[in-house]
């Protein structure tokens, strides 16, 4: 034994040298003395110096492989130290052969941490074997199943369903806990931990805390203990349901706010739950926390009892005024009330009853009786104005307000007019292609087209007219049911030169309605 070489005698003309460092990974160094016999690989009679090679380690595998097939025919154990971390999962030195170790397989649940198992001897089974590739796949965890499926048959065979066994809590999930039975895994589902809702195991439970639990179910197949905690105690449904009847109301504390509505509690671990839908008449889609908190006492009214389900549906809006009917009641559809605008869109302003949870909207043509969209710029957000109640729909849960019902239709000016009649009118503007009249008291504003503004077309030019003249003009029509007036000075002029002419000439003499009137007019003088 030498400082680099091990030198064996072969049988043959020369020795046999091993690197040292063969002895040295599988700590055979310190056993082996001279004189003993070992078994080496002759891997070459004669090299390009004519030495003999030989190797300790590749004998060793080659034993290692063998033994290792036949662990994988029978399923035996092996013994195996993990050295390092790859790409997956870990290297195991088995006997010098080395052995791959998935990630998945080195624990019945994945560990975050293995230094306490690194370079310690493990026990290990082959799970795969592909000697043209030299591949061996071994597992930790398959024994550790083997030992848990042992230790259940033996914790399976003292209990019974029914007992009530004491164990600790090993693992918390969304779902439930998993409970250490003196090493046997029993699962405890969410539902299993409290009669009430329960949203996260969390809440109650924690790890390493010591519980009692009642074994619920054992299957013996699958070899799964399933264990409860609420089954302890008497189930409050059964104990208090007969004492709360449908349609009656109760006092409540509300325990669980959700998006979907809120569970107030009646007795110790009965519970019922206010749907979203149940909690106000007119926010429906608002979320339950705004309008009840936790720990706050409220009435509530039971509608409905499901025995096969063990569920109590409630109502928190049953117990309060209805606004609808209040609404209907002291502000029926004509009534005047105030509002609040809420928000503004491109076709209407959506407001709030002041005083009130309801919401309704004023469309733009029931702002103002010119119907314009203009209209609704001169609204801002949280601005209070004064509204007539146009339409109540409870079952659409809609209120459709105006603004310009307030005041006197303009239109009314024309209810005992007829088409051809006169009127005079103020002028308010003038464009290039129409001038736009005022007319009646109510200023109700309507436009005269350029082509309606004068019988003779060099007369017809809105720049004739100024602001505040008053003109007379014929209505040429009129229809109510569609709010639509048309005027015409034209029309009136015709009309006027037709009078003439059948009173004081003919269309033949050649005479225009200036030259018929002014000689009426010298006459009068």
């Known amino acids: 034994i030498g400082k680099k070489y091990v030198f064996v005698d072969l049988g ?40 003999v090679v030989v190797s300790r380690e590749k004998a060793r595998r080659h034993y290692s492989w063998k033994k290792m097939e036949k662990a994988f025919e029978n399923k035996d154990e092996v013994k195996g130290i ?14 010098s052969c080395l052995c791959f170790l998935p990630g998945s397989q080195i624990d019945l649940r994945p560990l975050k941490n293995i230094d306490h198992l690194m370079k310690i001897p493990q026990t290990f089974e082959c799970v795969k074997l592909d000697r043209k590739r030299g591949n061996i796949v071994v597992s930790r965890r398959a024994i550790l199943e083997k030992r848990r499926d042992k230790d259940k048959s033996a914790m399976i065979a003292k209990i019974k369903e029914g007992d009530v066994v004491e164990g600790t809590v090993k693992h918390l999930t969304e779902w439930g806990a998993f409970i250490d039975l003196n090493g046997v895994d029993a699962l405890l589902h969410i539902t299993d931990i409290s009669w009430v809702r329960v949203n996260k195991p969390s809440e109650l439970l924690s790890i390493g805390q010591n519980i009692k639990v009642k074994i619920t179910k054992i299957d013996p197949e699958s070899k799964k203990i399933s264990v409860g905690i609420k089954q302890l105690t008497e189930d409050p449904y059964e104990k208090y349901a007969d004492k709360y009847k449908v349609g009656e109301t109760y006092n409540a504390v509300v325990t669980k706010v959700l998006d979907y509505g809120c569970f107030a509690k009646l007795e110790d671990g009965l519970e019922g739950l206010i749907h979203q839908s149940e909690l106000s008449y007119s926010k429906k889609n608002n979320q339950p926390g705004k ?83 203009t209209e609704l710029e001169k609204y801002k957000k949280k601005s209070t104005l004064k509204a007539k109640i146009l339409e109540i729909n409870e079952n659409k849960e809609k209120i459709r307000f105006g603004v310009k019902q307030l005041e006197n239709d303009p239109f009314d000016f024309f209810k005992d007019k007829k088409k051809s009649d006169v009127l005079t009118v103020i002028v308010k503007e003038t ?39 008053k003109i007379d003009v014929m209505i040429t029509e009129i229809d109510l049911s569609k709010r639509k007036v048309a005027l015409s000075i034209k029309a009136l002029e015709e009309m ?24 009426v007019l010298k006459k009068k003088k």
């Open 12 to 51: 043959l003309k020369s020795e046999g040298a091993i690197p040292i460092e063969e002895f040295k990974f599988s700590k055979e160094l310190e056993k082996i003395k001279v004189g003993e016999k070992i078994d080496v690989m002759l891997e070459k009679i004669e090299n390009f110096r004519g030495d």
């Open 82 to 95: 993990i050295i390092s971390r790859c790409k997956g999962g870990f290297v195991v030195d088995i006997e």
């Open 291 to 373: 309008i009840l908190t936790t720990s706050q006492e409220v009435k509530v009214k039971i509608l409905e009892k499901d025995d096969e389900k063990r569920r109590l549906s409630l109502s928190y809006k049953a117990t309060q005024v209805n606004p609808w009917k209040k609404l209907l009641e002291e502000n029926p559809v004509g009534s005047e009330v105030e509002v609040i605008v809420k928000n503004i869109t491109d076709f209407a302003l959506f407001v709030t009853i002041k005083d009130s949870e309801l919401d309704g909207m004023i469309h733009y043509k029931d702002l103002s009786y010119s119907e314009e969209e």
């Open 431 to 469: 464009l290039k292609n129409e001038i736009k009249v005022s007319v009646g008291k109510e200023k109700l504003i309507i436009p005269i087209k350029k082509n309606q503004l004068a019988e003779k077309v060099e007369d017809a030019r809105p720049s004739r007219f100024a602001r505040g003249d």
């Open 496 to 519: 006027q030169t037709k009078a003439a002419v059948k009173k004081y000439g003919s269309e033949d003499s050649g005479a225009s309605l200036g030259d018929i009137l002014g000689k």
